[in-house]
């Protein structure tokens, strides 16, 4: 192991002087990190624990350039790419070839700003309002149907389907009444 | 930041990481693994059952706006530049998990020279 290739990419606050850190290492054998926990007071001489994780590293096999597309977010349906795209009050969603050939244009006459796949559906958030809000559309030509309210959150940015729950992304701090 | 639930909330999940004033861009899951994209910040981060695992370098300009996989391949978006990066995992990588002290030893001890050194954070 060679320790000066090793970096910290992340850090846990430290509490009541115990600090966490993660460390990692690109080896031949794959991406190694290790969750170290140490005492701010005697830095690299506590260990209460250490556990090290491997993990298959990601190399860039490809660009894909869309000019032209504002792009918000991307989804997948399992085949293709689901690319949210930037037109006021009426965001587009393309589907896309994994080359970035694209097949079909929803427009949504909506102001998005996140997909997530449910498996049959697509669904869209539409953050800012109070309740945020989002909505299921039937790709690649509709109908829509919602939209339902949830939350409110606080600058949610993100959506998942985790096959039965609908998963969002946002900030710890809840948003205050209006 | 919290991962949570929408319609009747149920659970969050921290993801533990602290990355001060860092508004949040996306998330996927791929075999059960979290990856990450955080605004400004030129990584996707990958959690197991909580626990970061890796950080990814991704060339977006400022951070992935939007994260997505086809198979195994994980896509990211770059709202700048028009793109979308395609990084395929390598061919032949051990399975994902987490080792003992085989691999702790060496690589603990590395961790520790570095925070020594002051090459850590």
Redesign the interface.
């Known amino acids: 192991m060679n320790a000066a290739s090793t970096q910290c990419v992340a850090h846990y606050p430290c509490v009541s002087g115990e600090c966490r850190c993660y460390a990692q290492q690109v080896t031949n054998k794959g991406v190694l990190t290790s969750d170290t926990k140490y005492h701010d007071a005697y830095v690299g001489h506590i260990f209460s624990y250490a556990r090290v994780f491997l993990s298959a590293p990601f190399t860039l096999t490809n660009t894909i350039s869309l000019p032209g597309v504002d792009i918000k977010n991307i989804a997948s349906d399992g085949t293709h790419l689901l690319v949210l795209g930037n037109v006021y009050q009426n965001d587009p969603i393309g589907i896309y070839t994994t080359s970035g050939q694209l097949l079909q244009t929803y427009q949504t006459g909506l102001a998005l700003g996140a997909l997530a796949w449910t498996g049959s559906n697509v669904v869209a958030l539409e953050a800012g309002a109070n309740p945020d809000l989002v909505y299921r559309i039937s790709l690649p030509t509709g109908p829509s149907s919602g939209p339902f309210g949830v939350g409110p959150f606080f600058y949610p940015s993100g959506l998942g389907f985790d096959g039965s729950d609908l998963l969002l992304l946002t900030m710890p701090k809840a948003r205050p009444a209006s | ?7 009747t909330q ?1 659970f969050v999940i ?1 993801t ?4 001060s004033g860092t ?7 791929h075999n059960g ?1 979290l990856f ?2 955080l605004q400004g910040v030129n ?1 996707v ?2 959690f ?1 059952n909580g ?6 370098p991704i ?1 977006t300009s400022f951070g992935p ?6 198979g195994n ?3 990211v ?3 700048s ?10 061919v032949g ?2 399975e ?5 002290l085989a ?2 030893g ?12 002051g ?3």
Do not use: H
Not at chain 2, 51 to 56: F, G, R, T
Not at chain 2, 108 to 113: G, S
């Open positions: 930041m919290n991962f949570a639930t929408v319609g149920s921290d533990g990481t602290n990355i508004p949040l861009y996306d998330f996927a899951e693994n990450l994209g990584n981060y990958e197991s626990s970061l695992v890796q950080s990814i060339p706006r939007g994260i997505a996989f086809v391949d994980l896509f978006a770059d709202r530049s028009a793109n979308i990066y395609e990084l395929s995992p390598a990588a051990p994902p998990g987490t080792y003992g691999l702790l060496g690589f603990a001890l590395a961790a520790l020279r570095s925070i020594r050194q090459k850590l954070g």
